[in-house]
Nanobody, 125 residues
Framework: QLQLVESGGGSVQAGGSLRLSCAVSGYTANTHCIAWFRQHPGKEREAVAN????????YYVESVKGRFTISQDNAKDTVDMQMNSLRPEDTAIYYC??????????????????WGQGTQVTVSS
């Protein structure tokens, strides 16, 4: 049974940076995907970024490319997301999720059975 715990959310002004961390406990194989999703108020969750643990292959939604970087620290068993040049539209609750992979990481949230509790990111203009 996987457990995911997010940390690192907070409030920042536009143009600032935050680093989110997802601590993963329980066994994860190289075939596991770890993903970051976010949910804006009144909207559905959207995939922001994901990483396939074995290959390190990554995905980013178009709106964060060049600003966000997902990475894994195998020694600490964390998957982090560095968020730079933050914009007010990045304000959301950010969730870490995990799923077994068939070789690629899906972007539909319904495919992910394991979720963290979420962390709030607020970007003011």
């Amino acid at each position: 049974q996987l457990q995911l715990v997010e940390s690192g959310g907070g409030s920042v002004q536009a143009g600032g940076s935050l680093r989110l961390s997802c601590a993963v406990s329980g066994y994860t194989a190289n075939t596991h995907c770890i993903a970051w999703f976010r949910q804006h108020p009144g909207k559905e969750r959207e995939a922001v970024a994901n990483i396939l643990r074995g290959s390190g292959n990554t995905y980013y939604v178009e709106s964060v490319k060049g600003r966000f970087t997902i990475s894994q620290d195998n020694a600490k068993d964390t998957v982090d997301m560095q968020m730079n040049s933050l914009r007010p539209e990045d304000t959301a609750i950010y969730y870490c999720a995990a799923a077994r992979s068939g070789g690629y990481c899906p972007i539909r949230d319904s495919v992910y059975p394991y979720w963290g509790q979420g962390t709030q990111v607020t970007v003011s203009s």
